[in-house]
């Protein structure tokens, strides 16, 4: 591949008014919590995981995770509702890149700005209270990640994208300096590793700009250290691994990613796309027509937008 055409692409903390409790956030009975929410997202069921983390939100009063991850979906649900979750997409020279006639609706705009602002308040407190506190750089690291990759596919602004991203670098760097064990920081520090060393010539100039050097092969390492062993970002890690295994031509590892997302997740049809795609690129042409034949059996059609029915179709009748 064209190296220069690859795509640029969390208890109480105020206790009295102005103690800081420290208790430990990421606790596995509430990363359980957040997987289960997730899997709705993951499933493109956005309302039910939208409720899973107001639940969330409001048995964890104080907690940052709840406020971020309704960020997360209702951003995720802007980026399916314009289509831009794709496989294909991710994949094309200058995904992003340009400015778009896509508006967010003005309501999903203002819940995004409010729960992110939420998330990074309490995130910022704890680290008020205690620089190194583990929690507080995690959540403010991925505020940060978060907003940057919102600039980038919502706003389509490169240079605040960066900048962003530089700072979700530095304080998940700070925070595995401190703790080598903090396998879901690394999700943050391989995409931007990725990212930067992956950028075509005629834009590198922002990276370095904004003081930011990478190295793609450690940053897909990273991702994929993640996307075995994460345990709350584990899922996107997956994601995030499969698009770029794609990219780097690694087709068969990408395709058991794609296998195992479509399992876990069977009611979402952009997974059994993804998985069909990537046959499709290694010549396997009648594995994917069975693959489509699979998502029209078990996928009530009406459920299925025109251009992935259509595409099944054309490739059924062929």
């Given at each position: 591949m064209n190296r220069s055409h690859r795509l640029l692409a969390p208890l109480l903390v105020v206790v009295g008014g102005s103690e800081i409790a420290h208790a430990k956030l990421l606790?596995?009975?509430?990363?359980?919590?957040?997987?289960?929410?997730?899997?709705?997202?993951?499933?493109?069921?956005?309302?039910?995981?939208?409720?899973?983390f107001e639940e969330l939100r409001d048995a964890h009063p104080g907690h940052p995770g709840p406020h971020l991850d309704l960020a997360i979906v209702v951003w995720q649900r802007e980026l399916f509702r314009r289509r831009e979750l794709r496989l294909d997409r991710f994949v094309s020279p200058g995904q992003f890149s340009e400015s778009t006639d896509e508006s967010m609706p003005e309501a999903a705009r203002r819940a995004f700005e409010s729960h992110?602002?939420?998330?990074?308040?309490?995130?910022?407190?704890?680290?008020?209270?205690?620089?190194?506190?583990?929690?507080?750089?995690?959540?403010?690291?991925?505020?940060?990640?978060?907003?940057?990759?919102?600039?980038?596919?919502?706003?389509?602004?490169?240079?605040?994208?960066?900048?962003?991203?530089?700072?979700?670098?530095?304080?998940?760097?700070?925070?595995?300096?401190?703790?080598?064990?903090?396998?879901?920081?690394?999700?943050?520090?391989?995409?931007?590793e990725y990212i930067v060393d992956d950028l075509p010539w005629y834009v590198k100039w922002l990276a370095t700009l904004v003081g930011f050097q990478g190295d793609e092969e450690r940053g897909l390492d990273f991702l994929k250290t993640v996307a075995e062993r994460g345990r709350r970002a584990r899922d996107v890690a997956r994601v995030l691994t499969m698009v770029l295994l794609v990219r780097e031509e690694q087709l068969e590892s990408a395709l058991e990613l794609a296998v195992s997302l479509e399992e876990d997740f069977p009611k979402n049809y952009l997974f059994a796309l993804n998985r069909i795609e990537i046959l499709e690129k290694m010549d396997r042409d009648d594995e994917a027509v069975e693959q489509y034949r699979r998502l029209l059996d078990r996928t009530r059609r009406r459920h299925l937008p025109d251009y992935v029915r259509e595409r099944a179709e054309e490739a059924l009748a062929q």
């Open positions: 606790t596995d009975d509430y990363l359980a919590d957040v997987r289960e929410a997730f899997a709705h997202m993951y499933n493109l069921d956005y309302e039910s995981s939208l409720a899973g992110i602002a939420a998330a990074e308040r309490l995130a910022t407190a704890r680290l008020d209270a205690d620089p190194d506190d583990p929690d507080g750089l995690y959540y403010l690291g991925e505020v940060r990640a978060i907003q940057a990759s919102f600039a980038l596919t919502i706003e389509r602004d490169k240079i605040r994208s960066f900048k962003l991203g530089r700072r979700a670098h530095e304080l998940h760097y700070r925070l595995v300096e401190l703790d080598r064990s903090h396998i879901d920081a690394y999700l943050t520090l391989g995409t931007y």
